[in-house]
């Protein structure tokens, strides 16, 4: 009997997450492919219009710098026109930047191209993410989270793979163009079919009549409002006893609300806390991209291997981001979260140690490993706060959650750079690790009991 039970607990379970392939996931992987195909060719843009070495490094960063600044603006989109219409303005967005990159005459056209790209990303992003916080339930938030998280490694994985013989037949300006063709895709997509948010409120009704037993998340939109802005809200200004209504407290009401629309201020106690903690985890996220390659290059590992190693250590990212949702559903979300900092921060502290390749290999295994374990941790947590403390303005709480966690991402290949020119590359591995322990604990006593188990 109990047997039957599971199994029909998984068939609901694996139907209810297949309904969410194609209004979800096929657009977010289309997408991601193409903005993963452009990445690498932005430096050579950069170059070939006479840029050095670090003004091309600047302007691919501006990738992510528009990424924070869209994470800021996104909010505001999606709260008025909805996740679908954000998704379309992000496409037509990256079409339209795509082609300035293309044909840009010189540095400027090229990085204002750049930055556009990493605003319409950034809204692209948070409306999928505000898509499933809305109509997920909470015990499948966190597989549908990784699987999110899954769309983009496979996206970043496939793209370079187009941009090769792209680059081999047409040149690499032509690369930008596999990003104007999956950005159109994803408008014919979200066009033919059905609305999604029909189909997954359908499906997350009927899977909450099927999960018998099930405790469902009570919210409190008072209460949750009250601890979101740590017992300040735009009326919670003393009166100050007169009958007349005095012209300075009203004149401080109006700029208390005009503050509070921006999410990172109406939301600040709990994004200085957990978003500090997510944070740090995509800074070191971030930081093993740029630290591996590096560490390569000061063992005089050829280039092709590096790539090779790099190429494993992807692979094993990627195929662990279903078991990732898994272990967050299952025993919560702690049992992501720290352990994937630890992981992430014991490879950073053993590089120092590697000095020879197939030590450097061990390294690079056990930090994608780590990194795999925690796909769509970071959004899981995300969905998770906004559900408890912003049940009526998710879109706006997730854009402040994403722009803090954006910001450690920003940050972390800055911080390696700065320690780098200091004092050598060991000793910015050693600080990414201890920042990330630092990571570890405050995950550890930061993450709501509320939240997962």
């Known amino acids: 009997m109990a047997q039957a039970t599971s199994e029909k607990t998984h068939a609901e379970q694996t139907d209810f997450l297949h309904h969410l392939f194609v209004p979800v996931?096929?657009?977010?992987?289309?997408?991601?492919?193409?903005?993963?195909?452009?990445?690498?060719?932005?430096?050579?843009?950069?170059?070939?219009?006479?840029?050095?070495?670090?003004?091309?490094?600047?302007?691919?960063?501006?990738?992510?710098?528009?990424?924070?600044?869209?994470?800021?603006?996104?909010?505001f989109i999606v709260n008025k026109w909805g996740e679908t219409v954000?998704?379309?303005?992000?496409?037509?967005?990256a079409i339209v930047s795509a082609i300035f990159c293309w044909h840009a005459p010189n540095l400027v056209v090229l990085a204002a191209g750049v930055l556009v790209i990493g605003i319409a990303s950034a809204t692209f992003n948070l409306a999928r993410h505000a898509f499933l916080t809305a109509w997920t339930p909470p015990w499948y938030r966190a597989r549908a989270m990784s699987m999110l998280g899954g769309t983009t490694r496979i996206g970043y994985f496939v793209g370079p793979f187009l941009a090769s013989p792209v680059i081999a037949l047409a040149g690499s300006r032509s690369v930008y163009w596999i990003h104007v063709v999956a950005c159109l895709t994803v408008l014919v997509i979200l066009q033919v079919t059905p609305d999604p948010e029909k189909l997954l409120s359908a499906n997350k009704a009927r899977a909450e009549r099927n999960r018998s037993g099930a405790r469902v998340e009570k919210t409190n939109a008072h209460d949750a409002g009250h601890i979101a802005l740590s017992h300040v809200t735009p009326q919670g200004i003393i009166e100050s006893g007169n009958s007349e209504p005095d012209t300075d407290t009203t004149r401080v009401s109006a700029m208390m609300r005009r503050l509070m629309r921006f999410p990172v201020i109406r939301y600040g106690s709990i994004l200085c806390r957990m978003g500090t903690a997510a944070g740090i985890l995509q800074m070191m996220r971030a930081s093993r991209q740029v630290i591996l390659p590096l560490w390569g290059v000061q063992l005089n590992i050829s280039a092709p291997h590096i790539a090779l190693i790099m190429g494993v250590a992807g692979a094993v990212d990627l195929s662990l981001f279903y078991t990732s949702g898994q272990i967050m559903d299952r025993f919560g979300r702690r049992w992501a979260a720290v352990p994937v900092l630890v992981g992430i921060s014991l490879g950073h502290l053993l590089m120092p140690l590697a000095r020879v390749e197939w030590a450097?290999?061990?390294?690079?295994?056990?930090?994608?490993?780590?990194?795999g374990l925690g796909s769509g941790i970071v959004?899981?947590?995300?969905?998770?706060?906004?559900?408890?403390?912003?049940?009526?303005?998710?879109?706006?709480?997730?854009?402040?959650?994403?722009?803090?966690?954006?910001?450690?991402?920003?940050?972390?290949?800055?911080?390696?750079?700065?320690?780098?020119?200091?004092?050598?590359?060991?000793?910015?591995?050693?600080?990414?690790?201890?920042?990330?322990?630092?990571?570890?604990?405050?995950?550890?006593?930061?993450?709501?009991?509320?939240?997962?188990?």
């Open 25 to 75: 996931y096929m657009p977010a992987i289309v997408f991601a492919t193409g903005e993963g195909s452009l990445i690498p060719i932005v430096p050579l843009t950069a170059k070939a219009l006479g840029a050095n070495l670090a003004t091309a490094g600047i302007i691919s960063g501006l990738l992510m710098i528009g990424v924070v600044l869209g994470d800021v603006s996104s909010g």
């Open 86 to 93: 954000a998704m379309r303005i992000a496409a037509i967005l």
């Open 360 to 371: 450097y290999v061990c390294v690079a295994i056990l930090i994608s490993v780590a990194n």
């Open 379 to 453: 959004m899981t947590l995300g969905a998770d706060l906004a559900a408890r403390y912003a049940p009526n303005n998710m879109p706006s709480f997730l854009s402040g959650w994403r722009m803090s966690t954006d910001s450690g991402s920003a940050a972390g290949p800055l911080a390696i750079s700065g320690m780098t020119a200091l004092s050598g590359l060991w000793s910015a591995a050693v600080l990414m690790g201890c920042i990330g322990l630092i990571g570890a604990f405050m995950m550890q006593r930061f993450i709501p009991r509320f939240i997962g188990k």
